[in-house]
C-alpha cells in the first residue's frame, strides 16, 4: 500500500489516538501503533493527528534512527499538486550533523 496516493482531505479523515495518520514530508504515515510508544508521549503525536507534522519533526532534530523507523509506518505520498515546496535532502542533511562519527 506504500504507493498509494493520499490526498490531505484523506488524512484529515484519521486524527484521533485510535485511527492517527500524520503527513511528514510528502509522504503519509499511520502511527496508530506506534501513539503511545512515542517517547515524547502520545500528545505530541495526537496534536498532529490529521495533519501535516513535517516541521514539528524537523525542528527537534530527529536521528536517522528514528527516520529509519518512521519509514516502517509510511502508507502513501501525497499528490504531486498538495506537496509542499521544501527540499527533502535540506532535512536529511540537518539529521547526519548529529549522528557521531565513528573513528
Given at each position: 500500500?506504500?504507493?498509494?496516493?493520499?490526498?490531505?482531505?484523506?488524512?484529515?479523515?484519521?486524527?484521533?489516538?485510535?485511527?492517527?495518520?500524520i503527513i511528514?514530508?510528502?509522504?503519509?504515515?499511520?502511527?496508530?501503533?506506534?501513539?503511545?510508544?512515542?517517547?515524547?508521549?502520545?500528545?505530541?503525536?495526537l496534536e498532529?493527528?490529521?495533519?501535516?507534522?513535517?516541521?514539528?519533526?524537523?525542528?527537534?532534530?530527529?536521528?536517522?534512527?528514528?527516520?529509519?523507523?518512521?519509514?516502517?509506518?509510511?502508507?502513501?505520498?501525497?499528490?504531486?499538486?498538495?506537496?509542499?515546496?521544501?527540499?527533502?535532502?535540506?532535512?536529511?542533511?540537518?539529521?547526519?550533523?548529529?549522528?557521531?562519527?565513528?573513528?
Open positions: 500500500m506504500s504507493d498509494s496516493i493520499i490526498t490531505r482531505s484523506e488524512v484529515n479523515m484519521h486524527c484521533s489516538e485510535d485511527d492517527c495518520w511528514v514530508g510528502n509522504y503519509v504515515y499511520d502511527v496508530t501503533k506506534f501513539v503511545d510508544l512515542h517517547p515524547g508521549g502520545p500528545e505530541i503525536l498532529f493527528a490529521g495533519g501535516d507534522a513535517t516541521d514539528a519533526f524537523e525542528s527537534v532534530g530527529h536521528s536517522m534512527c528514528a527516520r529509519m523507523m518512521l519509514t516502517k509506518f509510511k502508507i502513501g505520498s501525497l499528490p504531486e499538486d498538495e506537496r509542499p515546496d521544501f527540499i527533502q535532502a535540506e532535512y536529511i542533511t540537518h539529521a547526519k550533523i548529529s549522528l557521531p562519527m565513528a573513528h
